[in-house]
């Protein structure tokens, strides 16, 4: 491969497909990875058909030894987009289910170092970048969030721990950190399917951020000169100052 090429994890839906979107109009070649083929295919051929450069691969990012697989059908990489993620849940720490804490442990956290590490020697071929997704839950807590907040700081610690030991090498580390961003699935998906609870985060917030502003923003911080890195990026709508208080117009 000589294009620029972009590898973005959880690209099915939400921000990871809006950021494919993105890092395609702006001319990478995309690789999407996820575990629905379905949805990965569709996005590839909406792509395809806007003249856009996209591959498909089925990945669980939790799996090393697919990781590793996946890793080795690549000669290039200059991008690499850990977005897969998610949150399960709100019980608290005294109530919650040790499966969903391991469960998003492992997608959060595990996913991201299984990506970063098989990936790895290719992003230094391409003095490429790295962005890991975290969330503003990875920077402060709140209560009925332990495990999202603990799979979410894991990532965090990633991010800056990698920065430093990969200090000298021509590979830059950006951490993305959103606040309130309504997609289709997240609030969903951690609601076990409520779709009244989902739609409750957002209730009487007349703007939340969107899958598109997460994306753009990740496109910002990959368009800067190489010798430009944006160390840590929190996003908020105007509406959220921080994790607990948000401006409601109910």
Not at 71 to 99: H, S, Y
Not at 125 to 140: H, K, M, P, R, Y
Not at 154 to 169: D, F, M, N, S
Request: charged share 25%; net charge negative.
């Amino acid at each position: 491969m000589s294009t620029r090429t972009a590898v973005i994890t959880g690209a099915s839906s939400g921000i990871g497909a809006a950021t494919a979107r993105r890092l395609a109009a702006d001319g990478f070649r995309v690789v999407l990875t996820a575990r629905r083929e379905d949805r990965l295919t569709a996005l590839a051929e909406e792509l395809t058909a806007a003249g856009h450069d996209a591959l498909v691969h089925v990945l669980d990012v939790t799996d090393r030894a697919a990781v590793d697989a996946f890793a080795r059908t690549l000669d290039r990489v200059d991008v690499l987009v850990n977005n897969a993620g998610g949150a399960i849940g709100t019980e608290t720490v005294a109530t919650a289910d040790p499966a969903d804490w391991r469960t998003m442990y492992e997608t959060n956290v595990l996913g991201t170092l299984n990506a970063t590490q098989a990936l790895l020697p290719r992003l230094v071929e391409a003095e490429g970048t790295i962005i890991v997704l975290s969330s503003t839950a990875g920077l402060a807590t709140y209560e009925g969030g332990g495990g999202y907040v603990a799979a979410k700081h894991g990532a965090h610690v990633i991010a800056e721990t990698l920065r430093l030991e990969l200090c000298g090498k021509p590979v830059r580390v950006i951490e993305i950190a959103p606040g309130m961003v309504k997609t289709d699935e997240f609030a969903l998906t951690r609601f076990r399917g409520d779709k009244d609870r989902a739609e409750s985060v957002y209730a009487g917030v007349a703007e939340p951020l969107t899958a598109d502003d997460i994306a753009d923003t990740i496109g910002w911080t990959v368009s800067r000169p190489a010798h430009v890195n944006i160390d840590l990026l929190v996003v908020r709508p105007r509406a959220q100052a921080s994790n607990y208080k948000v401006h409601r117009e109910l």
